[in-house]
């Protein structure tokens, strides 16, 4: 699953959890459950007698649990900070003869995204080269004017500049996920 979905989930989840419980308690305190129930202490429970009569081991196992947890923020932390999924120098050959050609990502990107941005109707192009740099994934987000023939303006784009980048990269059935926004701006009037 990818980094930012998963982050989302844990932290829905989180904060449904958090959410819950300080509904359950201002509930309980304003007496949703009983006048008898929100006049409780807080500790006046069984839970609170269970870890008092076992004092002895309940805390090392309390301090292990929370050490688990710490342990497992840190992973994540570091995964969020050092985890990318950009790819990285792409390595072309075109067989033993010709050599080994390696090319930034940006390179290729700039270049799709540069031309794209000529052909009529496209506002915009952004490209990133996503995964391994062995088989890398391009991903294009195209934002076309309002007035733009978008099936022409998508034909032309898988037909021509999504080609030429397979075929820069020697990666004739390299992934390429294209997605065309339409701009929400107005068109300016000449006058």
């Known amino acids: 699953m990818h980094a930012d979905r998963t982050n989302r989930l844990a932290l829905t989840l989180f904060g449904l959890v958090v959410l819950l419980a300080g509904a359950f308690a201002l509930t309980a305190s304003l007496g949703g459950f009983g006048n008898a129930y929100a006049r409780r202490d807080l500790l006046a429970n069984q839970a609170a007698g269970y870890v008092s009569a076992h004092s002895g081991w309940f805390w090392w196992a309390a301090a292990g649990v929370c050490l688990l947890l710490a342990l497992l923020a840190l992973r994540w932390i570091i995964a969020l900070l050092l985890s990318t999924d950009r790819a990285g120098d792409i390595t072309i050959t075109r067989g033993s003869a010709h050599g080994t050609t390696i090319m930034h990502p940006t390179a290729v990107t700039g270049a799709v995204s540069r031309e794209i941005e000529t052909y009529h109707g496209a506002d915009s192009a952004r490209a990133r080269a996503l995964g391994d740099s062995a088989g890398p994934e391009l991903v294009v987000t195209v934002t076309a004017a309002r007035s733009a023939d978008l099936a022409a303006l998508r034909h032309r784009i898988e ?32 006058t």
């Open 159 to 190: 037909t021509e500049a999504l080609t030429h980048a397979r075929y820069a990269l020697g990666k004739p059935d390299m992934p390429i996920q294209l997605d065309i926004n339409v701009s929400n701006r107005t068109p300016e009037r000449v």
